[in-house]
Every structure is written in C-alpha cells, then in structure tokens.
C-alpha cells in the first residue's frame, strides 16, 4: 500500500474521531436537558472508550506507516547498492573487452585475412589440394576448411 493510502487513512480516522467526539458532546447535552446524570455519565465513557480505542487504532496506524516508510529505504538502498555493483562490473566487462579486442585484432590483420581468402581461392581453382594449400600458406587446415564453409564453398 502506498504511504499516500496510509495518510489519507490516518486523516480519515481522525475525522471519525472528531465528528464521534462532536456528536457524544452534543447527545451528552441533549440528555443532560432530557435525561438523567446516570445516562450523561455513561454516555461520556461510552464515548471515552470509543476514543481510547480510536486513538489506539490511529497510533497502529502510524506505527504501520512507519515501518512501511523504513521498509522501503531499506530496499531502495539495497537496490541502488545492486545497481552500482552492476555498473561498476559492467564497466569492467566492457574495459575488459576493449583490451580482449585490442589483442584480437592487429593493424592490417583484416587485409591479411582478405588475402588469404583470395590466395586459398586462386590455389583451389588451380586444382590444389587442401593439404597442400595448408602446407603451401602455412595455415592449419582446420582454418582453410573454416574459411571455405563460411564463403559457402
């Protein structure tokens, strides 16, 4: 429930009490006039009792309120806790990628593989074995058959 639903209740609950409050008064007074003291009397801890008891009810209330309030720091400061835990390692995973591309990829290695893709080709249409490619290139033949299946040949 939200901390406006619990305001809107504590003021609605205090309201009842003003207006019970207001409406023992004025039966008390009007008894008074056309009753006896006995029955003003009991009137008065009728309406004592339902105060004490309305009084009770609205410090539940706020007690509620506050716990709800304190519960929800509490999470809010464990979620932004997780969040910058999160940040922190995404920047890391993401620093960490950098320096893995860097390694991966040399200056001039995206000619040099265009090239071999070229010369692979060249031998193979002069009937060339793939072994003797390999050999000839100086490349493992795991990486020639790679490169053949992904240029769909």
Same mark, same amino acid.
């Given at each position: ?43 008065? @801890?009728?309406?004592?009792?339902? $105060?004490?008891?309305? *009084? &009770?009810? !609205?410090?539940?209330?706020? =007690?509620?309120?506050? /716990? ?8 809010? @400061?464990?979620?932004?806790?997780? $969040?910058?835990?999160? *940040? &922190?390692? !995404?920047?890391?995973?993401? =620093?960490?990628?950098? /320096? ?54």
């Amino acid at each position: 429930m939200e901390i406006q639903s619990w305001i809107i209740g504590q003021a609605v609950i205090d309201l009842v009490i003003a207006a019970l409050l207001l409406w023992f008064v004025l039966t008390g007074i009007l008894r008074k006039k056309n009753g006896t003291v006995q029955e003003t009397d009991a009137a008065f @801890k009728r309406s004592e009792k339902i $105060l004490v008891e309305m *009084r &009770e009810i !609205s410090q539940d209330f706020e =007690k509620n309120l506050i /716990e709800k309030r304190e519960l929800s720091r509490s999470i809010l @400061k464990h979620l932004d806790e997780g $969040l910058e835990r999160a *940040r &922190e390692s !995404s920047l890391e995973i993401q =620093k960490i990628i950098r /320096e893995y591309s860097a390694d991966m990829v040399q200056p001039g290695m995206i000619e040099d593989i265009e090239q071999t893709k070229l010369a692979i080709r060249k031998l193979l249409s002069k009937g060339m074995s793939r072994q003797k490619i390999s050999h000839k290139l100086d490349i493992p033949l795991g990486e020639i058959d790679l490169i053949l299946k992904l240029q769909g040949e």
